[in-house]
């Protein structure tokens, strides 16, 4: 089959067209044939190889897994002999444990749902991750409540554009936070009001919030919490930002150890796809509350230009990669 191969750690000239081996289906799982794979900005952590804290799991001179990507939909070609829930020709989508940039990914019947019945495979492909963890942050870790005020930093990007609708259909009052090219887009998927970043400063106006889900890591924590009510809650939700050598983990723990001290807290979250996610996000999805929001679309031989696009951090939506 044909797949993204990646042999060292770097910047996207790393990721090759190759030939390979199809995977094999395991007893409990599925052998998909992809038709489209999302990419988002851990796909890009991990190809980079930064922080280098994640080699420790990765590989320590290399990826030990060489193809790229998490996210997919496509068919059910082949399924395992302990698999009960589908059959061939299912159209599927759901979260991979490596390697969705490739015509065949093999994955665990758990992580996979039935596609939305009004989404395309190129929409479903870029639901799992970053629509997960808009729910989990968001419905979960925040337990958003009907009328309460929610900020949406970084509300253009792919987990932002998620957030924005989870929220609304979560009964909150919504602010995006986005630059001037992107405040159309944003208020037209539901956000009650738009904060312009290079106009205006969130933590510097007036407004309190019951919830702030930062994607961007722009502010210290002490000026996000500033822009908090009293029992307000804080999701620094940005895997991007920090050293070299841990990365984010170093603004997540600070959060973490300080929030028995503030009445205002620190709730960093950790959200890995499970299937009962996939079908919540179905429902919203049918329900008309969730639309992806697709950037770009890029054909499989050009994964290294889409993955390159997304490492700059300003995609306006989702990438999406066809198969
Ligand atoms: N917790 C988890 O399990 C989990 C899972 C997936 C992702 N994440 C993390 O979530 C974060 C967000 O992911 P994503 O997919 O949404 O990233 P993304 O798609 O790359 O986000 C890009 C967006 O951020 C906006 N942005 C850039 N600078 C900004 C600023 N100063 N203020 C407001 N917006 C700004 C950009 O808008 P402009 O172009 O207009 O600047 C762009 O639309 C990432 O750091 C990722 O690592 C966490």
New binding site residues.
């Given amino acids: 089959m044909k797949a993204i191969v990646q042999d060292e750690y770097g910047s996207h000239e790393v990721l090759k067209l190759q030939e390979i081996e199809k995977p094999v289906v395991g007893d409990d799982g599925v052998l998909v044939r992809v038709r489209a794979a999302g990419v988002?900005?851990?796909d890009w952590?991990l190809m980079t190889g930064r922080p280098l804290l994640f080699r420790l799991g990765a590989g320590l001179r290399g990826p030990r897994k060489r193809i790229p990507g998490f996210d997919f939909a496509g068919t059910v070609e082949v399924v395992g002999k302990h698999a009960k829930e589908f059959k061939p020709g299912d159209e599927v989508f759901g979260e991979a444990a490596h390697g969705s940039c490739a015509e065949y990914v093999s994955v665990s019947e758990d992580k996979v749902a039935l596609k939305p019945a009004n989404l395309t495979l190129e929409q479903a492909a870029v639901v799992p991750?970053?629509g997960v963890?808009a729910l989990r942050g968001l419905r979960d870790a925040a337990n958003v409540q009907s009328g309460q005020h929610v900020l949406v930093?970084?509300a253009?990007?792919?987990?932002?554009t998620y957030a924005v609708q989870i929220a609304k259909a979560l009964g909150a009052e919504v602010t995006g936070?986005?630059?001037t090219?992107?405040v159309e887009m944003v208020r037209s998927i539901g956000a009650d009001h738009v904060i312009d970043?290079t106009e205006e400063d969130f933590t510097k106006g007036g407004e309190r919030y019951h919830v702030i889900l930062d994607?961007?890591a722009?502010h210290s924590l002490a000026e996000c919490r500033r822009a908090l009510i009293p029992e307000g809650i804080l999701l620094p939700?940005?895997?991007?930002a920090g050293g070299r050598w841990i990365g984010p983990l170093g603004r997540m723990t600070a959060a973490l150890v300080q929030s028995p001290f503030v009445r205002k807290q620190g709730r960093p979250?950790?959200?890995p796809v499970k299937k009962r996610d996939l079908l919540d996000l179905t429902e919203l999805i049918e329900a008309g509350k969730i639309t992806p929001v697709i950037d770009r679309t890029y054909p499989l031989g050009e994964t290294a230009e889409a993955m390159g696009h997304?490492g700059e951090?300003?995609?306006?939506g989702k990438v999406v990669i066809t198969v």
Avoid: D, E, I, K
């Avoid at 253009?156 to 932002?160: A, I, K, L, P, Y």
């Fill in positions: 988002h900005p851990g952590l991750v970053s963890v930093n970084g253009s990007g792919g987990v932002g936070v986005c630059s090219r992107n970043y994607n961007v722009n939700n940005n895997g991007t979250f950790y959200a997304v951090g300003h995609a306006r």
